[in-house]
């Protein structure tokens, strides 16, 4: 599925490579050509990828990589697919990785929706995660937000049937937009009655607990593809 000229330029993050600590460039260097896979135009090979067959989860924008680490060490029957632009953030994921002794993470250093349409396959994804998307809070911003129809018609298309989509925001106007985007979206049905309970299986980010301390409440959002 292609996507427009005007979606393309939506970018999941603000581009930059940001400032690394010693340890994540280390990491970054060591590791990166290990569990990590370039950025090119032809579609990916899971298997290959991996050195396994698995489900995949595709995590979009997994920030620093906590969350993602801690399910990959919860699940290791599943395979990890981290997109992320923040280069700190990839440095960072790949320490746990070596830390954990991880073996099912690859990384995509690059932005998701360019990923999204030329590297994964149609309906084989058996998840998506969006944890914590950039909220642009400023309303003349808020074209600049990923979660916008053509971004969900795009995923939604590699999603496998009986996949989900899992997005999670401390944001309340983001937070309905994105439940009314994906409400729109036929191939996805809602699996709550509106905002999801947060699953046991979603981790608490450092992120997430420093807003619940401050009393701020997170939505969730869970749809799975059923056509």
Known sequence: MRV????????SFVLGRGRMTRGQRRAYDMLLPQFGIPFSGRVLDFESAFGRRAPVILEIGFGMGEATAEMAQRHPEINYLGVEVYAPGVGHLLRLIRERNLTNIRII????????EQMIPERSLAGIHIFFPDPWPKRRHHKRRLIQPPFIRLAAGKLEIGGYIHVATDWPDYAQQILNVLTEESRLENVAEGFAPRPPWRPLTKFERRGLAEAHRVWDIIFKRVR
């Open 4 to 11: 427009t000229e005007r979606q393309r330029r939506i970018r």
């Open 109 to 116: 250093h690059h932005d998701a929706v360019e990923v999204l």
